[in-house]
């Protein structure tokens, strides 16, 4: 399910652009600022209706244009033409084959993609928010009833709170809902946790990386049900006028001997050890689905270190899926030779 035809307007310093991208590897290369992060962007942006490098679409538009367009198609045995659009007064718009998605999540069906990216470590540093969505995309494809019950806790999560803001006694109808989805979705990521820790084992040992253990918080307390939960918390969620118990508020605790792996790994360690995660997230899929996914790789020579790289590459091209990588030279250290090459300069692309 390779990403071949993509073509871009108005995606920060491009203006327009139509590329080719190879079935297995495409390099992208040319000066920092000159465009080759944006042309990534725009690839993810088709399988995820978002940014990776920013949760405000609006920042992707060039700053002359009212709005931007993505469309790409991809090969296989099911192919898709897919359109993406975010004009800066009506939001943006998505299709699969001529037809509005009804969730985003729609896109990640038609084109499977992921990234790493020089903010790959956020990943260890960051909240719980950047840790969910990364396990998310993975149980989407793996469990296919979690899609079902993540589309309906969010809805009824969002009935409910609106309740609590203006009308609180309408707020416990739809604790039912959710406790029934909320449940199902916590049950769908343990069961892709479980089955994620042999490929992480391999890969920590491949890379060499520190062995993290990846728990899961499911949001509210271990010892009671979410239905119980959320009418324990129903007064404090009336006068929060949120709801603060259930999946929505789930994390992974990602320790080393016990301690959170943000306050042990330096920078260069949480770096390794998120691209390692993703990595061993992405053999999972390999091994568990028909969509491999297409992986970004945005100038992989300056973020690892040359005594882990080998390993690394290694195991990357053991996933054999499409892959798109951005440096700043025409060539990858330690990668084969690229099947197509593209040359970005001020925004202008251009085939070598």
């Given at each position: 399910m390779s990403l071949g035809e993509l073509q871009i307007r108005n995606v920060?310093?491009?203006?327009?652009?139509?590329?080719?991208?190879?079935?297995?590897?495409?390099?992208?290369?040319?000066?920092?600022?000159?465009?080759?992060?944006?042309?990534?962007?725009?690839?993810?942006?088709?399988?995820?209706?978002?940014?990776?490098?920013?949760?405000?679409?609006?920042?992707?538009?060039?700053?002359?244009?009212?709005?931007?367009?993505?469309?790409?198609?991809?090969?296989?045995?099911?192919?898709?033409?897919?359109?993406?659009?975010?004009?800066?007064?009506?939001?943006?718009?998505?299709?699969?084959?001529?037809?509005?998605?009804?969730?985003?999540?729609?896109?990640?069906?038609?084109?499977?993609?992921?990234?790493?990216?020089?903010?790959?470590?956020?990943?260890?540093?960051?909240?719980?928010?950047?840790?969910?969505?990364?396990?998310?995309?993975?149980?989407?494809?793996?469990?296919?009833?979690?899609?079902?019950?993540?589309?309906?806790?969010?809805?009824?999560?969002?009935?409910?709170?609106?309740?609590?803001?203006?009308?609180?006694?309408?707020?416990?109808?739809?604790?039912?809902?959710?406790?029934?989805?909320?449940?199902?979705?916590?049950?769908?990521?343990?069961?892709?946790?479980?089955?994620?820790?042999?490929?992480?084992?391999?890969?920590?040992?491949?890379v060499d990386c520190p062995k993290a253990h990846i728990g899961y918080v499911q949001g509210w307390s271990e010892a009671v049900s979410l239905a119980d939960a959320l009418e324990t918390v129903r007064s404090r969620d009336e006068s929060r006028q949120t709801t603060t118990v259930g999946p929505h508020r789930a994390d992974l605790r990602i320790t080393i001997d016990g301690k959170p792996a943000r306050d042990t790994l330096s920078r260069g360690q949480q770096k390794l050890t998120a691209a390692a995660l993703t990595l061993a997230q992405l053999r999972l899929l390999a091994d568990s689905t028909t969509a491999m996914p297409t992986l970004l790789l945005d100038d992989p020579a300056a973020e690892l270190d040359a005594e882990h790289q080998a390993g690394f590459v290694a195991e990357i091209l053991r996933l054999n899926c499409q892959l798109v990588i951005t440096a700043l030279q025409p060539q990858i250290p330690g990668f084969t030779q690229p099947d197509r090459v593209f040359h970005v300069e001020q925004g202008d692309v251009r085939p070598v």
């Open positions: 920060r310093c491009i203006r327009t652009a139509q590329v080719e991208l190879h079935p297995r590897c495409t390099l992208i290369w040319g000066g920092n600022g000159a465009g080759k992060t944006s042309l990534l962007e725009s690839a993810f942006l088709l399988g995820r209706g978002r940014s990776f490098r920013s949760r405000q679409t609006e920042q992707l538009v060039h700053r002359a244009a009212p709005a931007l367009t993505v469309f790409g198609r991809t090969g296989g045995p099911l192919p898709h033409a897919i359109g993406v659009e975010f004009d800066r007064e009506q939001g943006i718009t998505a299709r699969v084959d001529s037809q509005n998605v009804k969730s985003l999540a729609d896109l990640s069906l038609a084109f499977p993609v992921q990234v790493i990216d020089p903010d790959i470590h956020k990943l260890i540093e960051e909240g719980g928010r950047r840790r969910r969505r990364w396990l998310d995309w993975a149980v989407f494809h793996v469990e296919p009833q979690f899609g079902e019950a993540w589309f309906r806790y969010a809805r009824a999560l969002r009935q409910r709170n609106a309740a609590l803001k203006g009308h609180p006694s309408q707020a416990r109808p739809w604790e039912a809902e959710l406790a029934e989805q909320g449940a199902r979705m916590s049950a769908a990521r343990r069961t892709v946790l479980e089955r994620l820790e042999p490929y992480w084992t391999a890969i920590v040992a491949a």
